[in-house]
């Protein structure tokens, strides 16, 4: 009953209720320019978080996540370009449906699926996170060890031909989080005489460097992006389009709840799932590609399941199931919230707010998907320069309200070099991420292991969990490895 209130209270606050709101709006803005992943929209927020409640600045990010998820498909459907990756399949036939002039039923079928994909991933959070929780109870430092080392390589092997690199990028993330003072003896590490340096370099600023203005360093160099060639607005599905559509819509929910829970899949794989599916248990396969409803209908409904159902191993465990999650982990430790059962005990309004706040934020994505069109059609006709200058201004005032501290600037322009030279050579973002916000957590634990087994290294094999968890990270690398060979012997065979 207690739970119940809270989540209620959601509902009513006027707080949450202007967070949800403003997170949706701020995410459909970001997810319908191009290159401007929920991600980096999130990311942008990031820094604005700081000083809100808890509960509040969570509900805001995971509002932005859901509400950029819809926006992607916005330019897709009108421009043929994705606003974020997981659009790309909402491409293949929302951009048909445009061409042939019905690009307003393309987006009420965008936002009405989305809106029921993300009650169904509603639906799925709720249900699943705190019994999965409960099991970190039995969880020992060798175990919360093994489990970052799971997580990691995880996240590493789903780069499928860039093991190599995505681990790479996960141990230049632990070599940041290494930085400041020795969590035990608190002796200085890496430094450099700078007392900024002394907490260690907050992750907060390697998200925003790696992801928004690192995009931003590539996008300038990129051609701007085509411009809508009409106005157009949003026509809700009659119930004709409905009895087609429905069972798409069902066929991307249950995908996308899937891909969600498993840790790194994300929106991208659920969506071109969704489709494959769709199509092959369509009445009108010949359609797709040319228009069909049901292509527009799967993917959005698909990413948007993912959108909080890949919430659940984030808040469980700890481990992000896309980068959007990791930013959103990001939030909760940025407040002093560890994700795990304890979570749910000493700070289940946080919890059961978010549960409310989105069931909000979902809610009010039809009423705002459409009054936002025409703000949404104006961003993508204006110039690119303009448009970089002030999310520019936007990233550097956040950064600054941290702490009034213009070095923080300068930390996330070097990560943002950093971020540029990764993308170029092509070495993936999340294990970096991943490995930066986890690097604490596997050197204390670690550490704590070694001190209560007397150095004693085979505590890591004769704690069961463990023991467990770090053999299926062996299976996945091993397994990551045979594909990559077994795809690179039948290409030269082809050859």
């Known amino acids: 009953m207690e739970t119940l209130l809270i989540s209620l209270n959601a509902l009513i606050s006027p707080a949450l209720l202007a967070a949800a709101f403003g997170g949706v709006l701020w995410g459909i803005v970001g997810g319908a320019l191009p290159g401007i992943s929920p991600s980096i929209t999130m990311a942008l927020l990031l820094p604005f978080t700081y000083g809100m409640d808890p509960t509040t600045g969570v509900v805001l990010l995971a509002a932005t996540y859901v509400g950029a998820e819809y926006g992607g498909s916005i330019p897709a459907i009108l421009i043929n370009t994705p606003g974020t990756n997981a659009a790309a399949a909402t491409v293949l036939d929302g951009y048909a449906m445009n061409q042939r002039g019905l690009a307003g039923e393309a987006l009420g079928i965008s936002l009405v699926c989305g809106v029921i994909g993300g009650l169904f991933g509603l639906a799925l959070l709720v249900g699943l996170t705190q019994p999965l929780?409960?099991?970190?109870?039995?969880?020992?430092?060798?175990?919360?060890?093994?489990?970052?080392?799971?997580?990691?390589?995880?996240?590493?092997?789903?780069?499928?031909?860039?093991?190599?690199?995505?681990?790479?990028?996960?141990?230049?993330?632990?070599?940041?989080?290494?930085?400041?003072?020795?969590?035990?003896?608190?002796?200085n590490r890496f430094t450099f005489g700078r007392p900024e340096l002394l907490d260690g370099i907050p992750y907060i600023l390697i998200m925003i460097g790696v992801y928004a203005l690192s995009e931003l360093y590539i996008q300038a160099g990129e051609p701007g992006w085509e411009k809508p060639k009409k106005f157009v607005t949003v026509k809700l599905p009659g119930w004709v389009m409905w009895k087609r559509i429905w069972p798409a819509t069902a066929i991307g929910s249950v995908i996308g709840g899937f891909e969600g829970i498993t840790p790194g899949a994300g929106g991208t794989v659920a969506s071109f799932m969704a489709y494959n599916e769709t199509r092959r248990w369509s009445k009108h396969p010949e359609e797709f590609g040319k228009g069909a409803p049901e292509g527009v209908a799967g993917p959005e409904a698909a990413n948007n399941v993912v959108a909080c159902s890949a919430l659940i191993p984030t808040l469980s465990f700890g481990i992000p199931g896309s980068n959007s999650t990791a930013i959103l982990l990001g939030g909760l430790l940025l407040h002093g919230l560890v994700p795990g059962p304890l979570l749910f005990t000493q700070h289940p309004e946080v919890i059961y707010g978010l549960f409310?706040?989105?069931?909000?934020?979902?809610?009010?994505?039809?009423?705002?998907?459409?009054?936002?069109?025409?703000?949404?059609?104006?961003?993508?006709?204006?110039?690119?320069?303009?448009?970089?200058?002030?999310?520019?201004?936007?990233?550097?005032?956040?950064?600054?309200?941290?702490?009034?501290?213009?070095?923080?600037?300068?930390?996330?322009?070097?990560?943002?070099?950093?971020?540029?030279?990764?993308?170029?050579?092509?070495?993936?973002?999340?294990?970096?991420?991943?490995?930066?916000?986890?690097?604490?957590?596997?050197?204390?634990?670690?550490?704590?292991?070694?001190?209560?087994?007397?150095?004693?290294?085979s505590t890591f094999v004769t704690d069961p969990i463990a023991a467990g968890m770090l053999g299926v990270a062996c299976l996945f690398v091993a397994g990551s490895i045979g594909r990559s060979w077994w795809v690179s012997r039948r290409q030269r065979a082809a050859a």
């Open 356 to 457: 409310g706040g989105l069931l909000t934020a979902n809610l009010a994505m039809i009423p705002l998907g459409i009054l936002i069109m025409t703000p949404c059609l104006w961003l993508v006709t204006q110039p690119k320069p303009l448009l970089s200058a002030g999310i520019y201004a936007l990233i550097f005032t956040g950064i600054f309200s941290i702490h009034n501290d213009a070095f923080d600037i300068g930390l996330a322009l070097v990560a943002a070099i950093l971020g540029y030279g990764l993308k170029y050579f092509k070495f993936p973002f999340l294990p970096l991420v991943l490995g930066t916000i986890l690097g604490y957590m596997l050197e204390s634990s670690f550490r704590r292991a070694l001190l209560m087994s007397n150095n004693d290294y």
């Open 133 to 187: 929780a409960k099991l970190a109870l039995l969880f020992t430092p060798p175990a919360y060890f093994a489990l970052g080392i799971l997580g990691i390589s995880v996240i590493a092997t789903l780069n499928e031909g860039a093991l190599v690199k995505a681990l790479m990028s996960a141990v230049i993330g632990l070599m940041i989080a290494t930085v400041g003072s020795d969590p035990f003896s608190g002796v």
